[in-house]
T-cell receptor, first 113, second 117 residues
Framework: QQPVQSPQAVILREGEDAVINCSSS?????VHWYRQKHGEAPVFLMI?????EQMRHEKISASFNEKKQQSSLYLTASQLSYSGTYFC??????????????FGKGTKLSVIP | GAVVSQHPSRVICKSGTSVKIECRSL??????MFWYRQFPKQSLMLMAT?????????EQGVEKDKFLINHASLTLSTLTVTSAHPEDSSFYIC?????????????FGPGTRLTVL
């Protein structure tokens, strides 16, 4: 049930681009993206809804392919402040009819000068 | 965005003692709050769902008698780690959704780092 994120880690130089992928085996209602800095709580970046448009947060954007049950996070012209661990959270409906949010293992992104 | 606070931010205790962690939604009401545990370099693992006015729902493998949850009001949930042991040392994070429907954006508290000696 836990979504699979790839890659596990990536190192970028400032200004480079990166893509983080998130895939699930379950039919999804929405996909959430969070960024966590070391020793801090995760911070919400954006949410993608079933049937919704591609979302954007500053120079970070994301897409959601409902058929493939996949989401991708695109970081363009990376900045040092982008460093952190990115988690996708997949929201799905349980057999009991309640919404469940499950997080992937995270992708550690390091941006170096 | 909505603000969720946690107290304390850090706690060190002796093995066998109990520790209470508070989670508060500061500018909105939350009928549901979530408690997560995060071990170093690992993902957020949902421990339980705290429901105002009713019993908490625990995830498989989480001992309800060890991790007591009380959702006392629409803005406060507490997690008590009873008879803590070194293996309970972890980063505990609460979150609350701002809306009751879906999609529910989770706003996280700053976390509580528990160290059991």
């Amino acid at each position: 049930q836990q979504p699979v994120q790839s890659p596990q880690a990536v190192i970028l130089r400032e200004g480079e681009d990166a893509v983080i992928n998130c895939s699930s085996s379950k039919a999804l209602y929405s996909v959430h993206w969070y960024r966590q800095k070391h020793g801090e709580a995760p911070v919400f970046l954006m949410i993608l809804l079933k049937g919704g448009e591609q979302m954007r947060h500053e120079k970070i954007s994301a897409s959601f392919n409902e058929k493939k049950q996949q989401s991708s996070l695109y970081l363009t012209a990376s900045q040092l402040s982008y460093s952190g661990t990115y988690f996708c959270g997949t929201e799905w409906i349980s057999g009991a009819g309640s919404y469940q949010l499950t997080f992937g293992k995270g992708t550690k992104l390091s941006v170096i000068p | 965005g909505a603000v969720v606070s946690q107290h304390p931010s850090r706690v060190i205790c002796k093995s066998g003692t109990s520790v209470k962690i508070e989670c508060r939604s500061l500018d909105f009401q939350a009928t549901t709050m979530f408690w997560y545990r995060q071990f170093p370099k690992q993902s957020l693992m949902l421990m339980a769902t705290s429901n105002e006015g009713s019993k908490a729902t625990y995830e498989q493998g989480v001992e309800k008698d060890k991790f007591l949850i009380n959702h006392a009001s629409l803005t406060l949930s507490t997690l008590t780690v009873t008879s803590a042991h070194p293996e309970d040392s972890s980063f505990y994070i609460c979150s609350a959704p701002e809306t009751s429907g879906s999609p529910r954006v989770q706003f996280f508290g700053p976390g509580t780092r528990l160290t059991v000696l």
